[in-house]
């Protein structure tokens, strides 16, 4: 199996840009569809982006679709999520999340999740 660590959080302006990395120990990442999620205070834990065990396939969730972008290194064993422009309402402990078996962009449907990292935004 594999285990995630995510790094990449802190506070940033809006409009500013931050990049989190999630690295895979154990089991490479390859093997896995993996994804973002972020949970905000007070809220349940939601999908952000998921990227495809080949690559071949992205998908974001409609808030951050042109501003978020995921992608993978399978030579460093590490997914990364670039986001851009960021907003008030992107505040939130983002987490990495892998899966061998994709089904849906629901929390359930992952098996592997990091501890997350807290990313908040200012106004």
């Known amino acids: 199996q594999v285990q995630l660590v995510e790094s990449g959080g802190g506070l940033v302006q809006a409009g500013g840009s931050l990049r989190l990395s999630c690295a895979g120990s154990?089991?490479?990442?390859?093997?896995?569809?993996m994804g973002w999620f972020r949970q905000a205070p007070g809220k349940e834990r939601e999908f952000v982006a998921r990227?495809?065990?080949?690559?071949?396939?992205?998908e974001y969730t409609e808030s951050v679709k042109g501003r978020f972008t995921i992608s993978r290194d399978n030579a460093k064993n590490t997914l990364y999520l670039q986001m851009n422009s960021l907003k008030p309402e992107d505040t939130a402990v983002y987490y990495c999340?892998?899966?061998?078996?994709?089904?849906?962009?629901?929390?359930?449907?992952?098996?592997?999740w990091g501890k997350g990292t807290l990313v908040t935004v200012s106004s």
């Open positions: 154990g089991r490479a990442i390859a093997y896995y569809a």
């Open positions: 990227l495809s065990r080949l690559g071949a396939v992205t």
């Open positions: 999340a892998a899966t061998m078996a994709y089904r849906e962009n629901d929390p359930g449907s992952f098996d592997y």
